[in-house]
């Protein structure tokens, strides 16, 4: 495991803001961890081999593994495909109990970069919203119309201005608390109280300037994909590929991005949720994607 970053001074802003006091934080941009193990054991996923089945996908593998280790999700990964003795989610989204077993051809997670924080960043202790410090009933209570405490964190540091949370600090207790009525950070903030509630008791909220690739290519091509012309099938969508192309230029993640659809020779990833090797082929009515958009370090 080691760490990457910038050791720029801290800077305290002493201003009392109705959703808690905020300070800028000094930390690393992103930590990586390398051969990332759990209860021994690389972690892994049998998606995209087997595409159907109570699986996460490496993408999800990767955010659920830093947000374990108190980090408010991923940044980036970078798999192989091999025989191996592997832990994994059991269950979907990231959501569900890790467990070991063995397999051939496991998409394995040889490295996983965690958000930290940000030399830009802001750090709210005890944040509140309508008065009351935000929580969640996650990951005690995992079923049901909540969000997760990175679903919250995130949502909580948009509400802000801010791009999104870069890390967050909780403990478990019993308290009156608003919290998100919906999953994934989307939803109303409800107030209510409960015994062994989630409570976020920091959020570091990060500031990131972007930038924009017009006709980005890969080997020569301008990217694209057959979707979602082509619903079913190995290939990913438009936004999986406007991610990966960002990762791959050493980006956080992707924005946004603009298509066309026309015919054209293209490159498009071998694979679904944005994983899998670039390659080259010509099709009509293809998804080009004209300009992304990526969140830079």
Known sequence: MFCRGSGLPSLFVSLLFVVGFASSARADTYQTYVTPKV?????????????????????????????????????????????????????????????????????????????TSTTSGVTYTTPTVNGYQVGTLQPNQPAGNFSSPADTARRFCQDQGHT??????????????????????????????????TMLETITCFDSVDITYTTPTVNGYQVGTIQPNYPTGNFSTAADTARRFCRDQGHLDARGFTTAIRGSAYTYIVGTNGVGNWNTTGNGNVTMLETITCITQ
């Open 164 to 197: 999104g949370a870069s890390s967050f600090t909780t403990a478990i207790r019993g308290s009156a608390y608003t919290y998100i009525v919906g999953t994934n950070g989307v939803g109303n903030w409800n107030t209510t109280g409960n015994a062994n509630v």
């Open 39 to 115: 209860n021994g054991y690389q972690i892994g996923t049998y998606l995209p081999n087997q595409p159907t089945g109570n699986f996460s996908s490496a993408g999800d593998t990767a955010r659920r593994f830093c947000q374990d280790q108190g980090h408010s999700g991923a940044s980036g990964f970078t798999t192989a495909i091999r025989g191996s003795a592997y832990t994994y989610i059991v269950g979907t989204n990231g959501f569900g109990p890790w467990n070991t077993t063995g397999n051939s051809n496991v998409t394995m997670l040889e490295t996983v970069i965690c958000f």
